[in-house]
């Protein structure tokens, strides 16, 4: 009789345990709930990476921007001198010919304003082609800048969306 009062005791502690591995109602109510928050927690990870994203660029198209305008500005300015150049200095060596020929000093200091005026203007026109070479300089390491900015804000955008996607895709997809 004790050793039949054992074995029923031994049965029942066994069964016990067997039921105590299957999950619960609670056990399974808790499980999806953490499943709800892994993804709610990925979805907003996913925004906040196409948010990032966006602004970045917005950011890069915005730089991008500035490059082409220092760019298109730079080239104006090199054009501008090059003309201002090539003007003064056919207008100087025309006046410096002409200096051999004057016997007068009024004309031959009306020559050398003329001369000192086409000077100064060749010296501008050296300038402006000196700032636009800088300004064009300038524009194409902001177009390099700006070009990566966008692409890096462009795989973060995209990568964000995914995420987003795949999130919803889990919800859709998990047990209501």
């Not at 950011?59 to 003007?87: A, R």
């Not at 060749?122 to 070479?133: C, F, L, Y």
Request: overall charge positive; aromatic content about 2%.
């Amino acid at each position: 009789m004790k050793k039949l009062t054992s074995i029923i005791l031994l049965t029942s502690l066994i069964s016990l345990s067997g039921c105590s591995t299957k999950p619960t109602f609670a056990d399974r109510v808790l499980a999806e709930g953490e499943s709800r928050i892994d993804i709610a927690t990925q979805w907003e990870g996913g925004k906040k990476l196409a948010t990032t994203g966006a602004k970045q660029l917005k950011n890069g198209q915005k730089v991008l921007d500035k490059g082409l305008s220092d760019l298109n500005d730079g080239q104006q300015l090199v054009t501008l001198g090059n003309l201002e150049i090539e003007k003064n200095k056919l207008i100087f060596q025309t006046l410096s010919k002409q200096t051999i020929a004057i016997t007068a000093s009024k004309v031959a200091l009306e020559t050398a304003t003329k001369l000192k005026n086409s000077a100064q203007a060749w010296q501008d026109g050296e300038e402006k082609v000196t700032k636009g070479n800088k300004l064009v300089q300038l524009g194409k390491a902001n177009i390099t800048k700006g070009d990566a900015e966008v692409q890096k804000g462009q795989a973060l955008l995209t990568s964000g969306q995914k995420q987003m996607q795949d999130a919803e895709s889990r919800y859709e997809s998990s047990p209501q």
